[in-house]
């Protein structure tokens, strides 16, 4: 089977929030602190990123700032994020830029998973057709509109497919309408899944709990796919990656280490 050759975590800042906004019905006036992460994956076809981190002006200039994140207080507080967490400078260190980039995959359209596509011009990027339809409604706080200015652009996606040799999306959908995992065959490690949002903590994963926040409040969904990533780890023998637990994040290997 083709393989992946390595993939770079990567922290592209952090968040402090209410634990029951990542497990559901769980966690009220417990906070946590969340790592905020992008994933650089090499292959024999080209450079992908799943997810890209937040929107860096929003976070550092105080009246955008305010403007974008106050109004989540006191449940979330502002990310947390550094210059050299923008994704550029983690290319940067790599000696790459944006245009070594082959495909950005878009996991969901949460602002700290799509914003800083703003970093990013001229790359292809990858959405869920029904991923874009409902964070077009307006419905969803965490989604940005200004964030879609460019989705025009973007390629609209349906269903899952093979983005490179040793790289499959996995649909899992329930915390967002078109939620996306990625499964990735790794040469020594073997693979591992990519969960995004679909899982935030280890916690969904061994005790089934779906995230606080469920488009349409379809948390039966949410289950389903939390389920669905489960049972494909145990028949590829896959390594289940949640995307917000700072205990897990500790485990990976710290950028500019990879995984292969």
């Not at 968040?15 to 769980?26: A, D």
């Not at 929107?55 to 105080?62: E, G, L, S």
């Not at 070594?100 to 292809?124: E, K, Q, R, S, Y």
């Not at 949640?242 to 485990?251: A, C, E, K, L, S």
Request: charged content about 20%; aromatic content about 8%.
């Amino acid at each position: 089977m083709p393989r992946a050759l390595k993939v770079w975590p990567l922290l592209t800042g952090s968040i402090r929030y209410e634990k029951t906004i990542s497990t559901r019905n769980c966690g009220h006036g417990e906070f946590i602190d969340a790592p905020i992460l992008a994933y650089l994956i090499e292959t024999s076809h080209g450079r992908i990123l799943y997810d890209v981190g937040c929107d860096y002006r929003k976070v550092a200039d105080p009246a955008l700032r305010a403007t974008y994140f106050d109004p989540m207080r006191p449940q979330v507080e502002p990310p947390k994020m550094q210059e050299g967490q923008r994704i550029p400078s983690y290319l940067a260190q790599l000696g790459l830029t944006a245009s070594d980039i082959d495909l950005v995959f878009i996991g969901h359209l949460h602002f700290d998973h799509a914003g800083g596509l703003c970093d990013l011009p001229g790359c292809d990027v990858h959405i869920q057709g029904d991923e874009l339809a409902a964070a077009r409604t307006g419905l969803d706080g965490a989604v940005f509109a200004d964030e879609l200015a460019n989705a025009d652009q973007w390629r609209i996606k349906t269903g899952e497919y093979a983005v490179a040799p040793g790289v499959q999306t996995i649909a899992s959908p329930g915390h967002t309408a078109g939620h996306m995992s990625l499964f990735i065959e790794l040469p020594r490690h073997g693979p591992v899944i990519l969960c995004g949002d679909a899982a935030d903590l280890s916690e969904n994963l061994v005790e089934e709990i779906a995230p606080g926040f469920c488009w349409q409040d379809n948390e039966a969904l949410a289950l389903a796919s939390i389920r669905k990533l489960k049972a494909l780890a145990r028949t590829e023998d896959a390594q289940l990656w949640p995307n917000h637990d700072i205990d897990f994040f500790r485990g990976l290997p710290g950028f500019p280490a990879w995984r292969d």
